[in-house]
């Protein structure tokens, strides 16, 4: 799922493996004015969850959460 939040791009598509749904996201900072976005953050992976539904909640509120406090 991406998204963005604040002056950020968010990718927070979960890996699926072997039935396992792990969270994880990558946060960029939007270039100014159409610029290139740079690579900010990455989780690493945030735990295994049930599903696909499940994982996307628990990246999104770590990003979130994140965003918040690394915000300009």
Not at 28 to 52: F, I, M, T
């Amino acid at each position: 799922m991406k998204f963005d939040y604040k002056e950020f791009h968010i990718d927070a598509s979960p890996l699926d493996e072997g039935g396992h749904h792990y969270a994880r996201a990558k946060i960029h900072r939007r270039g100014p004015k159409g610029g290139d976005a740079v690579e900010v953050k990455y989780s690493g992976d945030l735990g295994d969850y049930p599903s696909d539904a499940d994982a996307i909640e628990a990246s999104q509120r770590w990003v979130i959460q994140w965003c918040d406090e690394n915000s300009a």
